[in-house]
């Protein structure tokens, strides 16, 4: 498995390149298929002149990504939480997939009753769907809005997936999410599922149907 150790902002020692490179067994040990292991450590200083190191992992290899971060004052430490962060990420995938092969489900949309089979998926409130829509979030009486802030913390796009509820689910217990933006194949509805209470998972869908980008020739 290939390693790559990239710093922004802070230089990489080989002190930290060999503890990398020595925990990077554990990977291969649960995962042997991973191909690549990115680290990524950026060094921050925030306004009150505390130091923060961010570790980044992407291990990459047949199948989706997954990815684990961690922030911590000293980078070995945060590095420490991300590669444990990883591994469990990459054990429950694992067993999950196991118990679906003992005891497989497949997601089915029942038309007489309009719900979602074989999934323990739980659709959004509808004030929420409406929310999300217009924009706006109701306010907990009594409680007061934060102060608006101009300032965009991180800005992400990413090309459309085409997927079924249940893989949506999947990629996001991979890449360590509380929330996974996909296009529901069994709809075209642009939607996004994300983490409930326990166990449990909801899904968010747009009434707008998203088409397929054109593929050049």
Known sequence: MDIDITGVGVSI????????????????NIAPRAQSL???VTHRLHRNRVEEETVELTLEGKGPLVRAEARDGDKFAAFEMAIDKLIEQVRRAKDKRVRGRMHPKHAHFEKGTGSLEGIDVQPAPADVIHAVATGTIPVAEGAEEEPYS????????FQPEWMSVEDAVDRMELVGHDFFLFIDSRTDHPSVVYRRRGWD????????????QAVAA
């Open 38 to 40: 990115g680290v990524k």
């Open 201 to 212: 998972y909801g899904v968010i869908s747009l009434t707008t149907q998203a088409q397929p």
């Open 13 to 28: 020692s080989d002190r930290f390149r060999s503890v990398v490179e020595d925990k990077a067994e554990r990977v291969e």
């Open 150 to 157: 101009p300032v965009v913390i991180r800005t992400k796009e």
